[in-house]
């Protein structure tokens, strides 16, 4: 009977050890955050927090409603032995929906893909006040939706900071990405085939800024009012910058109630390096919130089949074109109180022979104009 008792009691405890919705892990004491997920309830409400340096690979798959919060100084390392083959992250959220991951860092090595990965169609993803620092940044894709808030990724290998991919949708507040000074080539934003709404974000010292296209968009707008700041701020003080934005293949940058100042973009010969780099049949939506100072190359270029509309922006201080037009590609700028401010550059407005620039009379200081298809109104004579 004694026996029999024990082996209840001990069974019991198992089982209620392992249904522990709010577990505090200790890596320091050798516990393992992998472990004790294994034997969490995956569809009720549960809380893990951890301390120390956790020295593995991180797995959420098919959670729903899990929050992972490190205290203070709590760290996931990627191993150094046992590296997967193909791609791969230190932290993957797969499969699952309300997920939040909070108050601590991920150190990837260069083998690692990125240091985050979301993906498998997750959804109402939250990474609030998490730091990365190592190969890559966060990668988004496979129709996931996330919220980063207050992230801060330090790339140092790899290629982006941030990559939304395959439709998914990415709500970006406050934080930096920024790099050190190497030789290597990196961008901050990366969204190919996914839409990213952005605020308050600063990005440092990246060769490419944000690169949208395939289809992609990019928004800045104010849409949280509880964010530190609205503006999204790319700028370089290295001097290593090639483009602030491109935006290619179709894609989009719409800067809404937002705006996005970018300043010592580019390289000191010219050609399609800038503060914004509209190419092949996209578009720039700017409005009255694009700011560019200070590009030592172009300051707006748009080519191939892309358009470009300015009202009420700023553009001066560019070594080479302000606004720049080229290869069947328009520009137009509406009308704005105050005007279009475009000055200051090597050569304030440019177009070629088969491009436009609508808007002339909207525009305030241009004093190098060399565009012979530059209309003083946004249209031509209308019937």
Request: charged residues 10%.
């Amino acid at each position: 009977m004694l026996r029999s008792i024990a082996l209840a009691t001990l069974v019991l405890s198992s089982i209620w050890a392992f249904a522990d919705p709010s577990p505090v892990v200790d890596c320091g004491q050798g516990q393992s955050l992998n472990r004790t997920l294994s034997k969490m309830q995956k569809f009720e409400p549960a809380t893990v927090k951890f301390k120390g340096t956790c020295i593995e690979f991180v797995v959420i798959d098919g959670f729903d409603n899990l929050t992972l919060t490190g205290l203070p100084g709590a760290t996931i390392q990627q191993p150094t032995t046992n590296t997967p083959t193909g791609a791969f992250f230190v932290v993957r959220v797969a499969a699952s929906r309300r997920v939040t991951l909070s108050g601590f860092i991920v150190q990837s090595l260069p083998s690692a893909s990125s240091a985050i990965g979301v993906e498998r169609g997750s959804t109402d993803i939250l990474l609030e006040d998490i730091t990365t620092d190592g190969s890559g940044g966060i990668w988004i894709d496979q129709a996931s939706q996330v919220w980063l808030t207050r992230v801060n990724v330090n790339i140092t290998s790899g290629y982006a900071a941030v990559w939304a991919f395959d439709k998914s949708d990415v709500h970006i507040v406050d934080g930096l990405l920024h790099r050190p000074a190497d030789s290597n080539f990196y961008a901050g934003l990366f969204v190919p085939s996914g839409h990213v709404t952005m605020q308050g974000m600063t990005i440092r010292d990246m060769q490419q800024g944000m690169v949208v296209g395939q289809n992609g968009s990019v928004d800045l707008a104010n849409f949280d009012p509880t964010a530190a700041g609205i503006d999204v701020i790319i700028d370089n003080p290295s001097g290593t910058n090639y483009n602030g934005a491109i935006v290619g293949a179709t894609g989009s940058l719409n800067l809404n109630s937002a705006k996005l100042r970018i300043s010592n973009a580019g390289r000191p010969w010219g050609g399609d390096t800038g503060a914004v780099f509209v190419n092949n049949g996209s578009t720039l939506n700017a409005g009255s919130n694009l700011i560019v100072t200070g590009s030592r190359g172009q300051g707006v270029i748009v080519t191939n089949n892309s358009h470009a509309q300015l009202s009420g922006s700023s553009i001066t201080g560019s070594a080479h074109g302000g606004l720049v037009v080229v290869n069947i590609s328009t520009a137009s700028v509406d009308t704005s109180n105050p005007l279009t401010v475009i000055s200051g550059n090597g050569t304030d407005l440019f177009c070629d022979s088969k491009s436009q620039i609508a808007g002339g009379l909207n525009i305030a200081n241009a004093a190098i104009v060399q565009c012979n298809n530059l209309l003083p109104n946004t249209y031509e004579n209308l019937p």
